[in-house]
Every structure is written in C-alpha cells, then in structure tokens.
C-alpha cells in the first residue's frame, strides 16, 4: 500500500513506499548490526546507547515536534488505519523513507539552480523557497522520529532496527546542505544551517515554520 501526500509543484508526487519496496541505491550498507549503525554515523559508541544517540542525531534544535503531529502531517486522513495497522519498526521505516525523498528532492532542485547569474528571478527564487519547504518538511518528519523515542513510542531496538533496514546515511543530508550553501553564497542569500542558528539578525522563529507536505 502507499501513504500518498499532497502534490508538490515539481510535477512528482512524494509518498512513503511500503516496507516492501526499494529504500534507495546510495545508502551506506551495514551488516544489520548495531557496529554497522555506529559506522554510518560515524561515531564509536557503546551498544545500550545507540538508540538515544540516533534519537539524538535526528532531533532538530529549532523545532519541537510531537510523534503525532509528523504522522499528522504525512500520512492522509484516508490511509490512517492503514497506518496504524503497521508495526512501529515499519512505520519509523516509512517515515525515514519520507524523509529521504524530500531531501533528495529539495537537492536536486538546488541543484538545477545556475550559479553563475548576477541574481535569481523570480522563478529561480520560487525554486530556492520550494527547496527549502522540502528541506523543512525531511527535518520535521525526523524530528517527529526523535520525540516518538522521547515518548517512549519507539524502544530502542524499534529504532535501531529501522535505521538498519533503512540503511539510513548522513551523505543525503551532507550533500543537501552543500547544495544550499552553493546557492545561497552565489546569491547572498540567507537560510538556517542545519541544527544551526538563522544566518542574519531576523528573531530565531521567522525561518521555523510549519510543515507543509509538498
């Protein structure tokens, strides 16, 4: 089955696949252990700790989002039971893989982006701010992940295990953000760095916006 979202103006659809279905080709592969997750995160650290450490990694700091709330925005009112039918390792699957689409997709309209004009037009600023709803909305949904765990809705092993299958991997995330920095310092434009703090002097909330599913 497939949890459809609402359509986006780059003329294809996100949704969460079912656990079924392809993850993705460039995820870092592990050998279904709790090593190989430290491995793809890059950090060393003892085994009754990786699911708080994950937890961690996905929280946003400019944000506060409830496991509801992300489920809530993702998943249409008509596939809910369909949702709730699915155990909470596969649905931290789905999430993750939503996750991923919005941050492929936000790249690869960063990407389009010529760096060698004097400025953007109007269409070109239109591409930059859709980029960067997409970049919020794969943000939010794993922020959603982090407080499911904070809420005690996702175990450690739930989490761990999904990361796993998902073969989940930091490079999708690196590789976004240097695509917005490319843009953003051709044009002198102003965004949030990941887990950072807003670069010119607006008040910390005016960039943190609401999801909206694209």
Request: net charge negative; charged share 35%; with cysteine.
């Amino acid at each position: 089955m497939t949890y459809e979202l609402d359509s986006t103006p780059t003329g294809e659809e996100p949704h969460a696949t079912t656990d079924t279905e392809s993850a993705g080709d460039d995820g870092c592969t592990t050998d279904g252990s709790a090593a190989g997750l430290e491995e793809s995160l890059g950090v060393t650290i003892p085994d009754d700790h990786v699911g708080a450490f994950v937890a961690q990694a996905f929280e946003d700091v400019e944000r506060s989002t409830e496991w509801t709330e992300a489920i809530e925005a993702v998943v249409a009112d008509e596939a809910r039971d369909a949702w709730n039918r699915l155990e909470t390792r596969k649905q931290v699957i789905e999430l993750l893989k939503m996750a991923d689409q919005f941050d492929r997709k936000a790249t690869a309209l960063l990407e389009e982006i010529p760096l060698d004009r004097g400025g953007l037009d109007d269409d070109l600023r239109e591409q930059f701010d859709d980029a960067k709803r997409l970049r919020r909305n794969a943000d939010v949904v794993r922020d959603g992940i982090a407080a499911g765990y904070a809420e005690g809705r996702v175990s450690d092993d739930e989490l761990v295990d999904a990361v796993e299958t998902f073969e989940f991997d930091t490079a999708a995330i690196a590789e976004r953000e240097d695509a917005l920095d490319d843009v953003a310092n051709a044009y002198n434009l102003d965004f949030r760095p990941y887990g950072g703090t807003l670069m010119n002097e607006r008040d910390p909330d005016d960039d943190a916006e609401e999801f909206e599913a694209w």
